[in-house]
């Protein structure tokens, strides 16, 4: 099997089980399996490795976020001589053909970053992502849910972090995910510093995968808060031209005071700090 496999996980030992049991029930010992552990409770790892002894582990000691366990999957896979890789997060399960797809579609529409058909793991008959895109109108992020259309990625478009294909020659031209952002919207950002040096992307209908869309982020307001919208104003400011972000800049101080005001009357002081946090952050940016 010319691509190899490589899971991402952090905690949650069984959502890894089910993404490295979809794997080998798919595929046994003709793919290698990488899976990086990010900083996970030491024991996870020490019992993953009794339960799986084919599959290659690595575990950091800290959690980098996304950004920094994807870059540190790929590197180290990558130094093991894999050229080409389906990156996956633990919640993901793969289905039959997956890789042969992905291979098969790379080397047919010479593209060297590919979004898999993502589907919805309580309902396959549900689209949860095929590929996804910016609106630099409303600076807001949504997932395709139909798979009709260009399975080239336009402007403006990306491929969600859950699943990508990518090989080895991309991964080090771009230099990997931008770290600062740690999670959300690192991806997006990827994929936009890929299209800038001229890197195809396309996505695959035909390699389907499962996504559980954990929910462990979302119940965290340091994530959907903080990260997530420090994150949003950091991608514009990066990527929108000059007369846009002088647009953006307004908005989106309009929007954080808003926004400090509104968890200050909900006496959410949490949240309420975090939107100050992103205003100091926010005011540091040159125009």
Same mark, same amino acid.
């Given at each position: 099997?010319?691509?190899?496999?490589?899971?991402?996980?952090?905690?949650?030992?069984?959502?890894?089980?089910?993404?490295?049991?979809?794997?080998?029930?798919?595929?046994?010992?003709?793919?290698?399996?990488?899976?990086?552990?990010?900083?996970?409770?030491?024991?996870?790892?020490?019992?993953?490795?009794?339960?799986?002894?084919?599959?290659?582990?690595?575990?950091?000691?800290?959690? !980098?976020?996304?950004?920094?366990?994807?870059? $540190?999957?790929? &590197?180290?896979?990558? =130094?093991? %001589?894999?050229? /080409?890789?389906?990156?996956?997060?633990?919640?993901?399960?793969?289905?039959?053909?997956?890789?042969?797809?992905?291979?098969?579609?790379?080397?047919?529409?010479?593209?060297?970053?590919?979004?898999?058909?993502?589907?919805?793991?309580?309902?396959?008959?549900?689209?949860?992502?095929?590929?996804?895109?910016?609106?630099?109108?409303?600076?807001?992020?949504?997932?395709?849910?139909?798979?009709?259309?260009?399975?080239?990625?336009?402007?403006?478009?990306?491929?969600?972090?859950?699943?990508?294909?990518?090989?080895?020659?991309?991964?080090?031209?771009?230099?990997?995910?931008?770290?600062?952002?740690?999670?959300?919207?690192?991806?997006?950002?990827?994929?936009?510093?890929? !299209?800038?040096?001229?890197?195809?992307?396309? $996505?695959?209908? &035909?390699?389907?995968? =499962?996504? %559980?869309?954990? /929910?462990?982020?979302?119940?965290?307001?340091?994530?959907?808060?903080?990260?997530?919208?420090?994150?949003?104003?950091?991608?514009?400011?990066?990527?929108?031209?000059?007369?846009?972000?002088?647009?953006?800049?307004?908005?989106?101080?309009?929007?954080?005071?808003?926004?400090?005001?509104?968890?200050?009357?909900?006496?959410?002081?949490?949240?309420?700090?975090?939107?100050?946090?992103?205003?100091?952050?926010?005011?540091?940016?040159?125009?």
């Amino acid at each position: 099997m010319p691509v190899s496999i490589v899971v991402l996980y952090y905690n949650k030992i069984h959502l890894t089980r089910a993404c490295l049991d979809s794997i080998i029930s798919n595929y046994g010992a003709s793919v290698s399996v990488f899976a990086y552990d990010n900083g996970s409770l030491p024991e996870i790892t020490g019992q993953l490795k009794q339960e799986y002894p084919n599959v290659l582990f690595k575990r950091s000691e800290k959690n !980098r976020g996304y950004s920094g366990g994807f870059n $540190r999957a790929l &590197q180290w896979v990558f =130094s093991e %001589g894999v050229e /080409k890789v389906l990156f996956l997060t633990n919640d993901t399960s793969l289905m039959e053909g997956a890789l042969e797809c992905l291979n098969q579609f790379s080397i047919t529409n010479h593209c060297s970053l590919i979004a898999p058909l993502l589907l919805s793991h309580r309902d396959l008959s549900l689209v949860d992502s095929y590929g996804a895109k910016f609106d630099p109108k409303t600076y807001s992020l949504s997932h395709f849910k139909d798979i009709e259309g260009d399975f080239i990625l336009g402007e403006n478009e990306y491929i969600p972090g859950t699943a990508l294909y990518i090989d080895k020659k991309v991964f080090h031209l771009i230099g990997g995910c931008d770290e600062s952002y740690f999670m959300y919207w690192e991806d997006v950002d990827f994929c936009f510093r890929a !299209r800038s040096r001229g890197i195809r992307m396309g $996505r695959c209908a &035909q390699a389907r995968i =499962s996504h %559980g869309i954990g /929910k462990t982020c979302h119940k965290k307001a340091i994530y959907t808060t903080y990260y997530f919208q420090r994150n949003r104003i950091k991608f514009c400011k990066t990527f929108l031209n000059n007369p846009d972000w002088m647009h953006a800049r307004i908005q989106f101080r309009d929007e954080i005071e808003d926004k400090i005001e509104f968890y200050k009357l909900k006496q959410d002081f949490k949240r309420m700090h975090f939107w100050m946090d992103i205003g100091k952050e926010f005011a540091l940016l040159k125009k």
